[in-house]
């Protein structure tokens, strides 16, 4: 049984004018019927994927404040720095990791304590005379020694460097004092 109903409706999808047989008539055609349905799919599936990453990083969260100890991922993402950026911390002797096998793991307590002590910076007033100081070059050219030795020497031996500009400075005492010894 066919309707005699004409009623002028706007397309949900288009915007367009048409005729609709029925009251329930929501798109002009069935182009626009499936695109529309399409379009609603899609904003289901993104919402249910924006639900699950939400709950995952809010999970994430909770098990970092739980936790006594931390990966380097977890950690630097408590501090919301980089894990290369973390590495440079650690390199830099600010945070104490230890070393479970192929795991490194950080305590939680000293990544909570990191930014209470203020770094201690040297103003470039107290550094030493750069005429009292080698560059890496200048000692590999003097002492025949590689770069990768005296970069494990200065380390092993703890001499205090610093860099100025594109160049590491050592001062000479301190390196020749440690060569000294060597020989």
Known sequence: MSSNIRIEKVCEYCRKIF?????KTRYCDLKCNSRA??????????QVSSLTMKKEVQEF???????DFLSIDEA??????????????IDHGEIIIKK??????VRRSDVDTYFEFPDIIIPDN???????CYTVNEMHDRFGISNGALYNLIRREQIPRFVKGSHTYVIKAD???VLMKKI
């Open 19 to 23: 005729i609709a047989k029925t009251t």
């Open 76 to 89: 630097a993402k408590l501090l919301g720095v980089s894990r290369r950026t973390f590495y440079r911390i």
């Open 126 to 132: 107290k550094l030493p005379d750069l005429n009292d």
């Open 100 to 105: 479970l096998g192929r795991r490194t793991i």
């Open 37 to 46: 349905y399409k379009a609603i799919q899609r904003e289901a599936k993104l």
């Open 61 to 67: 969260d909770a098990s970092i404040t739980k936790k």
């Open 175 to 177: 390196i020749e004092k």
